[in-house]
T-cell receptor, first 115, second 111 residues
Framework: KAGVTQTPRYLIKTRGQQVTLSCSPI?????VSWYQQTPGQGLQFLFE???????NKGNFPGRFSGRQFSNSRSEMNVSTLELGDSALYLC??????????????FGPGTRLTVL | GQSLEQPSEVTAVEGAIVQINCTYQ??????LSWYQQHDGGAPTFLSY????GLEETGRFSSFLSRSDSYGYLLLQELQMKDSASYFC????????????FGAGTRLFVKA
């Protein structure tokens, strides 16, 4: 079974621009979560989607948004980029049975650099 | 809100045992998870505790005390490849049902 894939793997943008990141979950997984990872801050929860519905949202400004498609693929968008948005953005998927153990399968991440 | 605390760094020697502690604060606690992340890699799931007690998976064990809002990850027979960051994560229902991760503990295994 193929793992979680994220595209692109690396991205360089300038302040004020917007960016869209993509995540393809493991086949059959309906839940997709997004996290921002910066050194010393761990993984900060952005949002979680399940069957095209946003189930939960973290404490990030409205510039961060996401969506999920009917095939469970998910995208997140960051508008009006700021230098502080430079981070590794991780996507994780989980299947219905994984909810019992809260197991999430992470993709390799997209490294976003804002100049 | 939800929050977790874990040490930022731990150093141990090959073959030894190391314990990484995690204290958490959340409402509607569901469970505590542990993830391992090597440099440049993705976090990978290690263990999950929903009930008090010890869960053992090979060289790794995880413990939970719900009354103390505390858990730990125990790594035995340390190997060089265990050098990585370890994150505890709590699944709770504070402001919505979600999983929150700690800042991570960097484990250095020395020869």
């Amino acid at each position: 079974k193929a793992g979680v894939t994220q595209t692109p793997r690396y991205l360089i943008k300038t302040r004020g621009q917007q960016v869209t990141l993509s995540c393809s979950p493991i086949s059959g997984h309906r839940s997709v979560s997004w996290y921002q990872q910066t050194p010393g801050q761990g993984l900060q929860f952005l949002f979680e989607y399940f069957s095209e519905t946003q189930r939960n949202k973290g404490n990030f400004p409205g510039r961060f948004s996401g969506r999920q498609f009917s095939n469970s693929r998910s995208e997140m968008n960051v508008s009006t980029l700021e230098l502080g948005d430079s981070a590794l953005y991780l996507c994780a998927s989980s299947g219905d049975r994984d909810r019992v153990t809260d197991t999430q399968y992470f993709g390799p991440g997209t490294r976003l650099t804002v100049l | 809100g939800q929050s977790l605390e874990q040490p930022s760094e731990v150093t141990a020697v090959e073959g030894a045992i190391v314990q990484i502690n995690c204290t958490y604060q959340t409402s509607g606690f569901y469970g505590l998870s542990w993830y391992q992340q090597h440099d440049g890699g993705a976090p990978t799931f290690l263990s999950y505790n929903a009930l008090d007690g010890l869960e053992e998976t090979g060289r790794f064990s995880s413990f939970l005390s719900r009354s103390d809002s505390y858990g730990y990850l125990l790594l035995q027979e340390l190997q060089m490849k265990d050098s990585a960051s370890y994150f505890c994560a709590v699944r709770g229902n504070t402001g919505g049902f979600k999983t929150i991760f700690g800042a991570g503990t960097r484990l250095f295994v020395k020869a």
